[in-house]
């Protein structure tokens, strides 16, 4: 009760973009463009990350193909430049640092296990939600943005 109360001052006080549109109803954020496009370019990392890392598996061994050395590169690279972008948009180091690398984990993973079918065993699958909670709690704990 004590946090809707403080979320309704906020409201009130013009601090933050908060809206509740009738009493009882769920408050939300209204994030800011800048925002929204440092979360994007968080996301087109970790992507272009996931793609290099699982193209990694065509490097190595004795079926190395060609093609897939270019694909690791421009994926890392790619990557790299769009964690820049979302730094240079004011997402926190560590906090973006925590989601692109937890996020890319699980998604490797999960690509490793579909793809390339792997084995996740019980205590592999434990990690992973462990790794999903601790990205969650530091997004949660971190300055963000507004």
């Known amino acids: 009760m004590r946090v809707a109360a403080e979320l309704a ?16 109803s769920v408050v939300w954020c209204e994030a800011s ?45 790619l990557a790299f430049v769009a964690l820049a972008l979302a730094l240079g948009r004011g997402i926190p180091l560590g906090i973006a640092y925590a989601v692109w690398a937890g996020v890319g984990v699980v998604l490797v993973a999960l690509v490793s296990r579909f793809a390339f079918a792997e084995t996740l065993t019980g205590a592999q699958l434990v990690g992973i939600g462990l790794v999903v909670a601790g990205v969650v709690l530091l997004e949660l704990g971190g300055e963000h943005p507004s």
């Open 33 to 77: 463009l800048e925002v929204v496009v440092a979360y994007l370019f968080l996301s087109a990392a970790i992507v272009f990350e996931v793609v290099a890392t699982s193209f990694l598996r065509f490097t190595a061994g004795e079926r190395a193909t060609w093609w897939s050395y270019p694909i690791v590169v421009c994926g890392y690279v």
């Open 9 to 24: 001052a906020a409201a009130r006080a013009g601090r933050g973009a908060l809206r509740g549109p009738r009493r009882g």
